[in-house]
């Protein structure tokens, strides 16, 4: 399957920014987390209120935000990464 140019090379360049990648995969566990820690929060320390299930609203907000951030930083550091190897335009002469 032959992608378009332009989609090929910001497939490259994104796979070329390992550290910005690894910013998105670590910033997205710390959601995913912060996450956890309020829908937690919301089920064993409030009583049943609606603060209880606004708090654990935001929290399955987060964990969702969470789960794409650090889904889309792995495939970025992963799979792109062989992208990358395999799309080399270089040629041994």
């Not at 032959?2 to 998105?24: E, G």
């Not at 829908?39 to 609606?50: D, H, M, P, Q, W």
């Amino acid at each position: 399957m032959k992608l378009p140019p332009a989609l090929r090379r910001w497939l490259i360049r994104r796979a070329d920014n390992y550290r910005q990648n690894l910013i998105i995969l670590i910033g997205g566990f710390c959601t995913f987390f912060l996450g956890m820690l309020l829908i937690g929060a919301a089920e064993f320390l409030l009583r049943a209120s609606v603060a209880q299930e606004a708090l654990a609203l935001i929290g399955l907000i987060l964990v969702a935000v969470g789960i794409i951030a650090a889904a889309f930083g792995y495939i970025c550091l992963s799979v792109l990464r062989l992208f990358r190897f395999f799309n080399d335009d270089r040629t041994d002469d």
